[in-house]
Nanobody, 129 residues
Framework: QAPLVESGGGSVDAGGSLRLSCAVS????????VGWFRQGSEEERELLAS???????RYDDSVKGRFTISKDNAKNIIYLQMNSLQPEDSAMYYC???????????????????????WGEGTLVTVST
């Protein structure tokens, strides 16, 4: 089975909400950093939200205050609660796991090296005006 499997994407009106889920196998759930990336049609895949093994979270400014990342350790599921969705949020959303700590992932990404070690196949989110 794939190490990470996303679900929960769909179409919503602007201002609406959606919750994405990512089922993670045991080996990859134990990685230092897990998070959510997104990629629009004319955008690079970038990290939006991350959560460390200790539960610490971090968000890109574009989603801070609107999106919330969380984990259910009993079920090995990572969630992304998305509120106040806007058309510019329309994109493919990818769950990912990284060997490095989240702090390093953010630093490298802002230097132009966005990436992860393991990826889900993505789930599509479409927000209508």
């Amino acid at each position: 089975q794939a190490p990470l499997v996303e679900s929960g994407g769909g179409s919503v009106d602007a201002g609406g909400s959606l919750r994405l889920s990512c089922a993670v196998s045991d080996a990859y759930y134990s990685q230092q950093c897990v998070g959510w990336f997104r990629q629009g049609s004319e955008e690079e895949r970038e990290l939006l939200a991350s959560i460390d093994s200790d539960g610490s979270t971090r968000y890109d400014d574009s989603v801070k205050g609107r999106f919330t990342i969380s984990k259910d350790n009993a079920k090995n599921i990572i969630y992304l609660q998305m509120n106040s969705l806007q058309p510019e949020d329309s994109a493919m959303y990818y769950c990912a796991a990284m060997r490095s700590d989240c702090r390093t992932s953010w630093r490298l990404g802002r230097d132009g090296y966005w990436g992860a070690d393991w990826w889900g196949e993505g789930t599509l989110v479409t927000v209508s005006t």
